[in-house]
Nanobody, 121 residues
């Protein structure tokens, strides 16, 4: 069993930054990921990492602006978001699992409750 709890969401102006955190308990996973879902849209993969290899993977929307990180000692997953845009407004979820494809939503078994990010223009 894996439990995930996100924090760090909030409201920010376009061009600003936020850092999301996800406290992870349990160890039945090899991959941790961040996903987001905007109102009326499908959930999409943002970034993922395999902690054993420290190998990040980014979705197109995150490349060049977001950085995923994992603190193994504290068992916390981070998402550093820079140059935020209004289209980044969404509920952000962290997830854990054993996916073959890093950002394949269906392959993640455990999900947090989400943290809201709102970016105003």
């Amino acid at each position: 069993q894996v439990r995930l709890e996100e924090s760090g969401g909030g409201s920010v102006q376009a061009g600003g930054s936020l850092r999301l955190s996800c406290a992870v308990s349990g160890n039945s996973y090899n991959t941790l990921g961040w996903f987001r879902q905007a109102p009326g849209k499908e959930r999409e993969g943002v970034a993922a990492i395999r902690p054993a290899f420290d190998s990040p993977w980014y979705g197109d929307s995150a490349k060049g602006r977001f950085t995923i990180g994992h603190d193994k000692a504290k068992s916390i997953l981070y998402l550093h978001m820079n140059m935020l845009k209004p289209e980044d407004t969404a509920m952000y979820y962290c997830a854990a699992g054993w996916p073959d494809k890093m950002l394949s939503i269906e392959e993640y078994s455990y999900w947090g409750q989400g943290t809201q990010v709102t970016v105003s223009s």
